[in-house]
Each structure stands twice: as structure tokens, then as C-alpha cells.
């Protein structure tokens, strides 16, 4: 048995030989500081960028760009830090930090975290900011009686222009409320238009029944007779809106006892039998688009 020992070139720990690791300035790093040291580039996938990899671009998922009214997309880091991470609670994103490139490749909910991207997939966004940006002044400059600074006018066209060639951009933020998008509209001068994805789980008869979560493909989860964000959480308080399929009366029941001595999974289950148990509701009139209604024909509530 090798109970040889080393120490972390940067924490200072004792590992076990065998378990320490090479990480790009240092020789010998235990499992908790390699995974600081190298990122995961955001874009390709690729877990094992080190720092010398690591590009000056990140990318930005809504729930962190709504921190600093700011879209979702490809930004430049202008400044570090860049982020304010408290002890408690999530971080936010210093605004003043970064500069807006371009919007993201794919869908927002098509990225599991906001984070790093590494050179090589920086390649193309590098050309696009130096063509976009390249040799604006970060000085602020006093004209006509008020500051003004050549890259943040700059960028707030950028912004501008992309939304309204890309207005699919202004769904990734999956918000419809008109006061927490009013300051965003109004700093970015942002189009109007459709500021949310319809996650439409199926049509039947007309009724549209929508998922809480993106990529529910099968509908065992809470689901929603409405598309907007407002009604995809618990606070939503009408009659009927929120629903679950096995809250449904057409939905087969799953019997513990019976199922106990041979592995069934409930959740295959409720893939299995939630859309033929909305189908079956919506032939009945139990479900229809306004709602949940049980026999007497009032709306109920199905949770």
C-alpha cells in the first residue's frame, strides 16, 4: 500500500501522492484547488481549461444578466472583478464591468450555468468586439453639459441593433411583467415583443397545456393552461391554472402495495401515463383552456 504523501503546491495540504494533480504553475495540487484553478468553458463543454486557456469572454444566462439589468449573451470583460459574490446568496454581475458582444448561440435554457468560455471558442466574438469596438474610448468626456462615454454609448447601440435583428432574443428573459422590464426597455431601448418561451407540452382539441420547465417532454411535473412566467410557480393563486396530470382524475393511480414486490419506478411511471391521462381529460371536459373543473362544472384546484 502507497501511503506516500505530498503537499499542495497551493493550499498547503497533505494529499496522497496518487491524488494530487498537475494543474497549469503548479506541479502537485489536491482535487479542491485543481478545480479552481481550471474552468469550464461554457460553450464547448470542455472541463479542463487552464488558466492560459480561460478567454476575456464569458457567458451570461438571464439569471445573472437580470442582476445588472442587463440580456442574456456574449459579453466582454472590461473590468475584474466582474462579479460580487456574497457570503450569502447568489452573486450579481458588476454591469460596469462588462460589454455586450452578441447574443447567445442557442436558447438560454440550453446552458446549465453562466461562466468562462476558452480562446478557441472566443475566436469569432474576439473579431466581432475588435469590429465593433475597437479604439472607442472607456473615458468619460463631458459634452453639452453631461458625461458621456464613448464605449457605453457604443454598446448601448450594440444592443439596440441586435435585439431588434434577433427579437427571439427577448424571450431568454422569461419575464412578462411589465414593471421589471420597464427599466431594462428603457436603459437598451429595446423593441417591444414577446419577452417569454411558450413551453407547449401538447395540443388537444384546442387546449394547450404548457410546462413549468423547459425540455418536460413527458408532462410528469407541475404544468400550466397558461405560457406566461406568472404562472409557472406556486404563487399563482387561479382556480385550475396550476395543475399536475396524476392530480387528475383520469390519471391511473400507482399502488405502492401492489408494486412493492417488483421494481417499478414511479416516475416512468408518470411519463407513461401523464399525457394519456390530459388527453383523456380534455375528451372528457375536465380539462379545458380556462381550467380544472370537476363534475358540477366548477374550476378547482389540481395540485
Known sequence: MNDHHTQCDRCGC???????????????????CYHDIVKTCQLCGDDDVMPSGVSEFILVKNELARTATRLPGIYWI???????????????LIGSDVVFVDRLPKPDHAYEISGHICKKCARP???????????????????????????????????????????????????????SLAELRQRWDLPHGQ????????????????????????????????????????????????????????????????NRDTYHNPYDHARQ??????IAA??????????????????IECR
Request: proline share 7%; charged share 30%.
Open 14 to 32: 497533505n494529499v496522497p501522492a496518487d491524488e494530487s494533480y498537475w494543474a497549469e504553475g503548479h506541479d502537485n495540487v489536491c482535487s479542491d
Open 125 to 179: 466574438y474576439v473579431k466581432r468586439f475588435r469590429a465593433i469596438y475597437g479604439g472607442i474610448s472607456d473615458r468619460t468626456e463631458h459634452r453639452s453639459g453631461r458625461s458621456f462615454n464613448p464605449l457605453c454609448e457604443r454598446e448601448r447601440v450594440r444592443v439596440a441593433n441586435v435585439a431588434r435583428r434577433h427579437p427571439i432574443l427577448l424571450r431568454d428573459l422569461e419575464d412578462d411583467a411589465a414593471y
Open 273 to 278: 401515463h401523464s399525457r394519456p391521462a390530459i
Open 195 to 258: 419577452t417569454w418561451h411558450e413551453w407547449l407540452l401538447l395540443e388537444h382539441k384546442g387546449v394547450k397545456v404548457y410546462a413549468i420547465y423547459p425540455g418536460d417532454r413527458y408532462g410528469d411535473s407541475w404544468l400550466s393552461l397558461r405560457p406566461e412566467p406568472r404562472y409557472r410557480n406556486d404563487r399563482c393563486r387561479e382556480p385550475g391554472v396550476i395543475f399536475c396530470a396524476s392530480g387528475l382524475p383520469t390519471y391511473p393511480h400507482w399502488d405502492y402495495e401492489v
Open 282 to 299: 380534455i375528451d372528457q371536459g375536465i380539462l379545458t383552456q380556462t381550467g380544472v373543473r370537476n363534475q358540477r362544472g366548477e374550476l
Open 78 to 92: 472590461k473590468r475584474r472583478p466582474f462579479l460580487c459574490v456574497p457570503i450569502i446568496g447568489g452573486g450579481s
